[in-house]
């Protein structure tokens, strides 16, 4: 009930995907954890607006932002000129990119160029996936999330996984990835930002947020739980 909340805070409709380790995942108990669920709340709490997230498939969040479904969206979600044309972004909140994931056994595969004419996993609708269709002559298998695509390397459907490097080496220090390696890490340069419908009236308020978690301290603090660095 948001019987309780002050009817002059804003409440933000915030879509989440909580298959992506450790930004943002679900509990046993069903509640939504991770590195972004936690600084949402922190940018809500400086820019005093309240937050009700929203799980949603992350192929679905751009389509649900431009039709107004939702107010914001955290998950991980790269900044693209592409995406830009339809949605806007807040000021970019975490440095990342793409890495090559194989079988622990893999001899051949070690870099890009040797990703020619492979079997490779990606997730529909992510930048492994736009990444994956510059590989010659490749055969590209798409999958709704993460723990899928894994799981068709390790049975040896594919022969790699592009997909985002901290999530993947997060499952593999974690021992959520037995068998599996990262061949390449950091192949693109990324930066994650919070989505909004075009233009959204919101962006200021959470641009000052991150603006304020980043010099109070807060987004260190953010860090160290979820990356212990
Ligand atoms: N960063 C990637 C993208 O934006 C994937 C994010 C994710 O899987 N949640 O496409």
């Given amino acids: ?32 954890e991770g590195f972004d669920i936690d600084l949402m709340n922190a940018i809500a709490k400086v820019a005093k607006f309240a937050v009700e997230f929203e799980s949603l498939p992350f192929d679905g969040m751009i389509s649900s932002l431009q039709a107004h479904r939702v107010d914001a969206a955290i998950s ?13 972004f807040s000021r970019p909140y975490f440095k990342a ?54 799981q068709d390397l390790l049975n040896g459907h594919v022969d790699a996984v592009v997909s985002d490097a901290f999530a993947t080496l997060y499952a593999i220090k974690n021992g959520k990835l037995k068998g599996i390696k990262v061949v390449e890490n950091l192949l693109t340069e990324e930066y994650y930002g919070i989505a909004t419908p075009k233009n959204s009236p919101h962006l200021d308020a959470i641009n000052k947020g991150i603006a304020t978690l980043l010099s109070n301290g807060t987004y260190k603090q953010i860090y160290q739980k979820w990356f212990n660095a």
């Fill in 1 to 32: 009930s948001h019987l309780n909340i002050n009817p002059n805070v804003k409440l933000l409709k915030v879509a989440t995907d909580p298959t992506f380790v450790p930004f943002e995942s679900q509990t046993i108990n069903g509640n939504l």
């Fill in 76 to 88: 991980g979600i790269t900044i693209t000129a592409q995406r830009l044309k339809t949605i806007s």
């Fill in 97 to 150: 990119g793409l890495a090559i994931a194989v079988r622990q056994d893999n001899q051949d595969i070690k870099d890009f160029n040797s990703l020619k004419g492979k079997k490779i996993a990606v997730q529909i609708g992510s930048t492994g996936a736009d990444f994956a269709k510059t590989i010659p002559n490749a055969k590209i298998s798409t999958f709704n999330s993460g723990p899928d695509f894994f």
